[in-house]
């Protein structure tokens, strides 16, 4: 089965980059692109940036952020020889040193932050009073941008949003072992835990891979939806007869389809920190299974609706992105009386930027889950607390189709687990922890809106 997995894994990869790279390939096709983003200058022609550096070489960005971008990787406007902006209302060119800059406004025309040029100090100054935002001036705007407009955690969505019109698709593998037997914050090997007297049956190893695709879209410069979709293979070996003998069960299917909204509630002028509430529904797609109600960890599906809310926050610091999460799980009883606990976590997230093509993470996740219940009925070795640590690359690796495709390899481990176990006479119930997690996912971000 592993094998299989592994195979599908690959030929899905297969199929995707079959599909991408003919279109990478003859994507210059006279439309330039922007190298920062990748998006399609004639599509930005009021925001369009010119850049030529000291050897001659001539590149134009999108909008003013990505330009920027350009000018702080390579240390600064000493390194090209003329850098010009467009007048937002006249769409003249001017010297992007020469240039009036107003970040903050209520309109994103291209990227974020949304940096908007003028030639003129009165005109920038009546854009400002008319659309809100701040004032700056070449220095200050060099100062203020960060090597990405945006960092997306791994297991906690950003206070950040993309503009409206923002568009994102991903697909990712994952796979997960767990191979401690956890009595409570005690790690069993489950060879030793087997041998305890009156152990007749316990668990041994589980592993759980899976396919996930999942979009993004800006529905307003303050509103974004997200919803994934994922298949997944679990597979459970358990010791039966007092360890002499081994079982496998294995559950392979469609699972739950989360669906979120997130809300920009504020943001300062200047993009660098941001507070967004959370709300979300996950649609039970997934099969629930009565016969696995004594390993709920090899469940598709919860059987029920789950509503999620939650808070976050973020914030920059030049080339650092900090990202904070808090959000409670409430999941409903499903049509076999089973229910799964709710769930409270949080989370934050430390990523550092070097330049608009590397993202290096790394992730602490949280969460306390109530016991399950089944007929009304408490079940004893389900919920407890479990926390993670997780490192993340994130790769930019080419410009094309009017976007940005990138790579982002995720793997962690549990920090810390205090999970709820029970006896049935001289017999411990109780379930896996420990273990490892691997994450690798391509994704396509890119903006359907212009100016």
Request: net charge neutral; proline share 5%; with cysteine.
């Amino acid at each position: 089965m592993e094998g299989r997995r592994i195979m599908r894994t690959l030929c899905l990869l297969a199929v995707l980059l079959a599909v991408i790279m003919p279109y990478a390939a003859g994507a210059d096709d006279g439309r330039d692109e922007c190298p920062v983003c990748g998006m399609y200058i004639d599509l930005y022609q009021k925001t369009a940036c010119d850049i030529v550096y000291k050897d001659g070489k001539r590149v134009h960005a999108c909008g003013v952020a990505c330009m920027l971008r350009i000018v702080n990787d390579k240390g600064g406007p000493d390194a090209f020889s003329s850098i010009t902006v467009r007048d937002w209302t006249t769409g003249q060119t001017t010297p992007a040193d020469k240039a009036f800059y107003v970040i903050g406004s209520n309109v994103v025309p291209d990227m974020i932050p949304n940096i908007i040029a003028f030639s003129e100090k009165k005109t920038a100054e009546e854009f400002k009073t008319s659309r809100g935002g701040e004032m700056m001036d070449f220095t200050q705007a060099l100062l203020s941008i960060s090597p990405m407009g945006q960092t997306n955690p791994t297991k906690i969505p950003p206070a950040v949003l993309p503009p409206r019109g923002a568009f994102g698709v991903g697909m990712s593998y994952m796979y997960m072992v767990m191979d401690q037997v956890k009595l409570g914050s005690d790690s069993v090997d489950p060879d030793d835990f087997i041998k305890r007297p009156g152990q007749k049956k316990g668990p041994k190893k589980m592993t759980s891979s899976g396919e996930m695709l999942m979009a993004n879209y800006g529905i307003l410069d303050n509103l974004t939806l997200g919803i994934s979709a994922s298949y997944l293979d679990k597979k459970m070996e358990s010791y039966i007869n007092s360890g002499a003998a081994t079982m496998t069960t294995e559950n392979s299917g469609f699972g739950d389809i989360p669906v979120t909204l997130r809300y920009n509630v504020w943001r300062n002028p200047y993009y660098s920190k941001f507070f967004s509430i959370l709300a979300g529904i996950t649609l039970p797609t997934g099969e629930f299974d009565e016969k696995f109600v004594d390993m709920p960890g090899l469940q598709l599906g919860t059987g029920a609706l789950t509503t999620t809310g939650g808070l976050l926050f973020s914030h920059r610091y030049k080339s650092l992105w900090f990202h904070y999460l808090a959000t409670y799980r409430a999941v409903f009883e499903n049509g076999d009386e089973y229910k799964f606990g709710d769930t409270v976590s949080a989370g934050a997230a430390f990523h550092y930027t070097p330049n608009y093509n590397t993202l290096l993470g790394i992730e602490l996740d949280a969460s306390y889950t109530d016991k399950d219940e089944f007929h009304g009925d408490k079940m004893g070795s389900t919920g407890g607390y479990r926390s993670n640590l997780t490192a993340v690359v994130d790769w930019r690796f080419l410009t094309a189709l009017g976007g940005n495709f990138s790579l982002r390899f995720t793997g962690g481990i549990p920090l810390y687990e205090d999970l709820n176990h029970y006896s049935v006479g001289a017999m411990e119930k109780a379930k896996l922890g420990g273990g490892y997690y691997i994450h690798a996912q391509i994704n396509l971000s890119t903006r359907f809106l212009h100016n």
